[in-house]
């Protein structure tokens, strides 16, 4: 039986696509002793890079004696996924690993499995206006920061332009908190006010108006002179907007542009040069970080001891219910310089469809 259940493992981190369990219970305990656990795993979508790759790496760290995984993904439909969490409970889940395809519609969620005496960790992105156990995602805040330091290491001299998500997204302003930051640091270090040309929230938050947004302001600029000198987006698809209105724009100067997200094209446009930087949190460190404490959420620790005994900062994130405790993992930044040995030796991305 536990040559099936492996092999079965392997198929769907090959597929990223079943919508039924990765494994079964055999029982209900483990050779120690404790208590068997099933996570239900509820993904948005077993389509994009992304998401996909987060599917298989909590997957692979949850092939361990003692956990199950059942998951299901949504499709990007919210009320698919309300329905699919019901599904899990009364399959025997122990605890639901959730990214949410809205998190502002996914509160049911949360009201489901605590009726049933149920833990609910938000993977990835916030689970908004619910009584949330915990949520363990990228520091959003930290990767703007991060973004922008490097960026303004980087540019040519001219002023900065930022574009960001969309204004009522929360993690819009975390990027944009950190973003201010790094230039706040950078002009007590360097004794002057940063320029910075444009403070802009995109929505929808797209690659097209990100390149309608940018090619407009490069109208504006090239009317008054003002060079840029980097662009900031709050993603990696914006970035590839406000790229393809530098290529059509031609402000002449060269001009820094970082994303978010380590997309694999994103990767490609570093690698060719049109784009500088993106930023992302490795997906193992994050698989671990979910495992882990969604191991000892099932088992009945407290989420605050959860974080203390993984040895993270106690940190919380407001979600609009209350202070949800949180597990916020550094990012890093990518540039042609570190490609190989952060994208491709994380697994996101074989080296071939790289370069």
Known sequence: MKL????????????????????????????????????GLLLESAEGPSRCLDGEWLIKKAN??????LIRYAEGRQEEQNRQASELIGEGADILVVTPTNPETAASIVVQAHRAAIPVLAWGDLIMNADLDLYVTADREAAGYLQAQ??????????????GGGENDPDAHLV??????????RAEKTGGEI?????????????????RRMAALLDDFKTTGEPVGAIMAFSDEIAAGAIAALE??????????????????????????????????????????AIQATVRLARGMKPEEVVRSLDYQERSVDNGYKEVPAILLEPVVVSRANMIETVVLDGRYPVEEIY
Request: proline share 8%; with cysteine.
């Open 248 to 289: 059509e724009k031609k402000p002449g100067a060269p001009v820094a542009v970082a994303g978010r997200g380590a997309t694999l094209p994103a990767c490609r446009r570093i690698i060719e040069g049109t784009q500088t930087f993106t930023v992302y949190t490795p997906s193992p460190r994050l698989a671990t970080a």
């Open 195 to 211: 320029p910075m040309l444009a403070d802009l929230y995109l929505d929808p938050p797209t690659r097209e108006e990100g390149r």
């Open 64 to 69: 361990i004696p003692g956990v199950d995984v």
């Open 4 to 39: 099936v259940r492996k092999a079965f493992v392997v198929s769907l981190i090959l597929s990223c696509a079943l919508p039924v369990s990765c494994a079964t219970r055999e029982g209900t305990t483990d050779r120690g002793g404790r208590k068997r656990i099933t996570i």
């Open 150 to 163: 490097a960026l303004l290491e980087k540019s040519s001299g001219g002023e900065s332009v930022l574009l």
């Open 176 to 185: 944009r908190a950190g973003q201010l930051r790094a230039f706040k640091e």
